[in-house]
């Protein structure tokens, strides 16, 4: 589960970091003036996950190469959030073991940590926390040593601190950010586009408003959901369903904001609305069941009615393949995979571009051990991308969780066209998280009308290129130039 905590409350009562990032990431001063916070939330109970972490370790078992370590990524999320009860045990962990863990999750690389080997925590003295060892759940020491292997086992006597905060409480998300709501937007002819409007915010839905804002760029999408769902897939694509009630719910009204019920809804045992929850997780789930509803209803009922073309599929899905050369016996083998989204990782980089071309890099392997020659020997992997989407979503890697949670702040360079593979994209939407991983708000930049607007929940803007082009952007969806 991820640990972003919405707060709402003004910027003195910011931490050190939070304050650093509202002053080297802003909006514009006429946008963004204070990031919006929100009080701190206790960790999900261990009764309401374990459903959803065994469900994300049996897609975790049965995958391969990048989508494997995305999985992965999402469950170690889950695992260091969790909370078993206050008297679980916890686990010391090398921590340059737990360095090496860290950069094949979170910077991309092919070369996997090894076993855990803790001998040196037995034998050294005055060791520091969070260099020479981390401390670890019992569920996340669990999984680490069934998937890694190694040990020995070492408890820790002190439970690692939760973070502090000094956010105090309130009901009304983002009222400090200093945005005027456009009045007349329902009035203007934009068919066959959405109309430009703000989704109500009760509670902590930050991450789900920005993730539709910007799906809503996807025309194609958008008009599949309402020319193609009816009466006869209520009870088989919900969630279809659900999205197209919220597309007619925007042309229908005349106010400048409306409020999602059944989408929200759908989706409460999956994102408990009790929490925030990550953005990128969102929107790949609600991508990939919409998907999994089309395939399914056309199985189930293509001999006896119309088939539903796949818009996922045909707009928004890539393929590429990784290859594995064995340097000792030259044995290749390759991994196909498809992807809604690329993650991108920002480790010694400054544009999009840079790392887009970093992920498609050659790396080295060590320790490599061939499935043909059974030895353990140095490896070069290759990753080549097969097809681009017409819709091609960037997944900047900003949050890390292991070791130690922390988010990456520094600023990416972005333009508004950029050639990816050879082909050339137009920038359509940004999902931006201000504040720090422990605190902090999701709001987007769309361009809709082909213009660039600001929403933040029920609350809208129009804005200039400069605006989105200073933005710490955490998701970017890119449109092909035809």
């Given at each position: 589960?991820?640990?972003?905590?919405?707060?709402?409350?003004?910027?003195?009562?910011?931490?050190?970091?939070?304050?650093?990032?509202?002053?080297d990431y802003k909006l514009s001063s006429s946008i963004n003036k204070q990031v919006p916070q929100f009080p701190q939330k206790?960790?999900?109970?261990?009764?309401?996950?374990?459903?959803?972490?065994?469900?994300?370790?049996?897609?975790?078992?049965?995958?391969?190469?990048?989508?494997?370590?995305?999985?992965?990524?999402?469950?170690?999320?889950?695992?260091?959030?969790?909370?078993?009860?206050?008297?679980?045990?916890?686990?010391?962990?090398?921590?340059?073991?737990?360095?090496?863990?860290?950069?094949?999750?979170?910077?991309?690389?092919?070369?996997?940590?090894?076993?855990?080997?803790?001998?040196?925590?037995?034998?050294?003295?005055?060791?520091?926390?969070?260099?020479?060892?981390?401390?670890?759940?019992?569920?996340?020491?669990?999984?680490?040593?069934?998937?890694?292997?190694?040990?020995?086992?070492?408890?820790?006597?002190?439970?690692?601190?939760?973070?502090?905060?000094?956010?105090?409480?309130?009901?009304?998300?983002?009222?400090?950010?200093?945005?005027?709501?456009?009045?007349?937007?329902?009035?203007?002819?934009?068919?066959?586009?959405?109309?430009?409007?703000?989704?109500?915010?009760?509670?902590?839905?930050?991450?789900?408003?920005?993730?539709?804002?910007?799906?809503?760029?996807?025309?194609?999408?958008?008009?599949?959901?309402?020319?193609?769902?009816?009466?006869?897939?209520?009870?088989?694509?919900?969630?279809?369903?659900?999205?197209?009630?919220?597309?007619?719910?925007?042309?229908?009204?005349?106010?400048?904001?409306?409020?999602?019920?059944?989408?929200?809804?759908?989706?409460?045992?999956?994102?408990?609305?009790?929490?925030?929850?990550?953005?990128?997780?969102?929107?790949?789930?609600?991508?990939?069941?919409?998907?999994?509803?089309?395939?399914?209803?056309?199985?189930?009922?293509?001999?006896?009615?119309?088939i539903l073309p796949n818009v996922i599929d045909q707009y928004l899905k890539g393929k590429m393949v990784s290859e594995i050369?064995?340097?000792?016996?030259?044995?290749?083998?390759?991994?196909l995979e498809d992807f809604l989204s690329l993650s991108l990782a920002l480790l010694k980089i400054n544009s999009i571009n840079?790392?887009?071309?970093?992920?498609?890099?050659?790396?080295?392997?060590?320790?490599?051990?061939?499935?043909?020659?059974?030895?353990?020997?140095?490896?070069?992997?290759?990753?080549?991308?097969?097809?681009?989407?017409?819709?091609?979503?960037?997944?900047?890697?900003?949050?890390?969780?292991?070791?130690?949670?922390?988010?990456?702040?520094?600023?990416?360079?972005?333009?508004?066209?950029?050639?990816?593979?050879?082909?050339?994209?137009?920038?359509?939407?940004?999902?931006?998280?201000?504040?720090?991983?422990?605190?902090?708000?999701?709001?987007?930049?769309?361009?809709?009308?082909?213009?660039?607007?600001?929403?933040?929940?029920?609350?809208?803007?129009?804005?200039?290129?400069?605006?989105?082009?200073?933005?710490?952007?955490?998701?970017?969806?890119?449109?092909?130039?035809?």
């Open positions: 589960m991820q640990s972003y905590k919405d707060t709402d409350n003004n910027s003195e009562n910011l931490n050190e970091e939070d304050k650093q990032c509202n002053k206790k960790a999900p109970s261990y009764s309401n996950e374990v459903p959803q972490i065994l469900k994300l370790q049996n897609q975790f078992r049965n995958a391969q190469g990048n989508t494997r370590r995305e999985l992965e990524c999402q469950l170690i999320k889950r695992l260091v959030d969790l909370k078993k009860n206050s008297d679980s045990d916890w686990y010391r962990l090398n921590g340059a073991w737990a360095q090496k863990y860290t950069t094949y999750l979170y910077d991309n690389s092919s070369t996997l940590p090894g076993p855990i080997d803790n001998t040196d925590l037995l034998q050294k003295k005055n060791l520091v926390m969070n260099a020479d060892f981390y401390v670890v759940n019992e569920t996340v020491w669990k999984f680490l040593l069934e998937e890694y292997s190694g040990g020995p086992e070492i408890l820790d006597e002190k439970i690692p601190p939760s973070p502090s905060s000094n956010a105090s409480s309130t009901t009304d998300r983002a009222k400090s950010v200093d945005i005027s709501i456009v009045s007349y937007i329902s009035q203007l002819d934009i068919n066959p586009e959405i109309p430009i409007k703000g989704l109500k915010n009760e509670l902590y839905f930050c991450y789900m408003h920005s993730s539709l804002q910007c799906m809503m760029c996807i025309q194609e999408l958008n008009n599949f959901i309402l020319n193609n769902i009816n009466r006869q897939h209520i009870q088989s694509m919900p969630l279809c369903t659900n999205y197209q009630e919220l597309l007619r719910q925007l042309k229908d009204t005349q106010q400048d904001y409306i409020k999602i019920n059944s989408l929200r809804n759908s989706i409460a045992k999956k994102f408990n609305p009790k929490y925030q929850h990550d953005a990128q997780e969102f929107l790949l789930f609600l991508l990939s069941s919409f998907e999994d509803e089309i395939i399914n209803f056309n199985k189930k009922n293509g001999q006896q009615q119309t050369h064995c340097k000792n016996c030259s044995k290749k083998s390759q991994i840079q790392s887009f071309d970093e992920f498609l890099k050659d790396e080295l392997i060590q320790d490599y051990k061939c499935d043909s020659c059974h030895k353990k020997k140095t490896a070069i992997k290759k990753t080549r991308i097969t097809k681009l989407p017409q819709y091609l979503i960037l997944h900047l890697k900003r949050f890390k969780f292991f070791p130690k949670q922390n988010k990456i702040i520094q600023h990416i360079k972005f333009s508004l066209e950029s050639s990816f593979c050879g082909i050339k994209y137009s920038l359509v939407g940004i999902i931006v998280h201000s504040g720090s991983l422990e605190q902090g708000h999701y709001y987007s930049f769309c361009k809709r009308q082909n213009k660039w607007w600001l929403f933040n929940d029920q609350k809208i803007k129009l804005v200039n290129n400069n605006d989105v082009l200073q933005q710490q952007g955490y998701i970017l969806f890119y449109q092909q130039l035809l």
